[in-house]
T-cell receptor, first 115, second 112 residues
Framework: KAGVTQTPRYLIKTRGQQVTLSCSPI?????VSWYQQTPGQGLQFLFE???????NKGNFPGRFSGRQFSNSRSEMNVSTLELGDSALYLC??????????????FGNGTRLTVT | GNSVTQMEGPVTLSEEAFLTINCTYT??????LFWYVQYPGEGLQLLLK?????DKGSNKGFEATYRKETTSFHLEKGSVQVSDSAVYFC???????????FGKGTSLLVTP
């Protein structure tokens, strides 16, 4: 079974641009969540989707948005990029989005660099 | 709000040494607690979890006990191996769904 797939692996963007990152969950998984990883702040929760609905949201500005499609694939978008958005963005999926017998599986991330 | 604090690294140990990585948390109610591990070049993986007070999670020789009275979830292993070299993250989850609060991570290097 394929793992969580994130594309692209690397991105370089200029300040002020917008970017879309993609995540394909493990087949059959219905929950997808996103995290930002930086050296200074560590891993921070962005949002979680379950069956196309945003179920949880972290403390990020409105420039960060996401969505989930009917096939459970998810995208996150960052508009008006700032230098501080440079980070590794991790996607994770789980079968039911609950802790019971539904562990979280992480992808290898998309490395975004904003110049 | 919810938060997790774990000891700063890097931690360097000799093979077969005893490992403890401290983790404490702040949360209302009863969160679930997790340890995740990130091996070099790999994605984050769940190492173990505990969902209620006094539960002990264990996996691959690692153990952690959910201590409500001290709000702690320290990770231990009796005899580390070189292959345990990785970054270890403590995390909590509260409420429905998955919205993990992670600690900053502790880098462990085990030398032969």
């Amino acid at each position: 079974k394929a793992g969580v797939t994130q594309t692209p692996r690397y991105l370089i963007k200029t300040r002020g641009q917008q970017v879309t990152l993609s995540c394909s969950p493990i087949s059959g998984h219905r929950s997808v969540s996103w995290y930002q990883q930086t050296p200074g702040q560590g891993l921070q929760f962005l949002f979680e989707y379950f069956s196309e609905t945003q179920r949880n949201k972290g403390n990020f500005p409105g420039r960060f948005s996401g969505r989930q499609f009917s096939n459970s694939r998810s995208e996150m978008n960052v508009s008006t990029l700032e230098l501080g958005d440079s980070a590794l963005y991790l996607c994770a999926s789980s079968l039911w989005g609950t802790e019971d017998n539904s562990p979280l599986h992480f992808g290898n991330g998309t490395r975004l660099t904003v110049t | 709000g919810n938060s997790v604090t774990q000891m700063e690294g890097p931690v360097t140990l000799s093979e077969e040494a005893f490992l403890t990585i401290n983790c404490t948390y702040t949360a209302t109610g009863y969160p679930s607690l997790f340890w995740y591990v990130q091996y070099p070049g790999e994605g984050l993986q769940l190492l173990l979890k505990a969902t209620k007070a006094d539960d002990k999670g264990s996996n691959k020789g690692f153990e952690a006990t959910y201590r409500k009275e001290t709000t702690s979830f320290h990770l231990e292993k009796g005899s580390v191996q070189v292959s345990d070299s990785a970054v270890y993250f403590c995390a909590l989850n509260k409420g429905s769904g998955y919205a993990l609060n992670f600690g900053k991570g502790t880098s462990l290097l085990v030398t032969p």
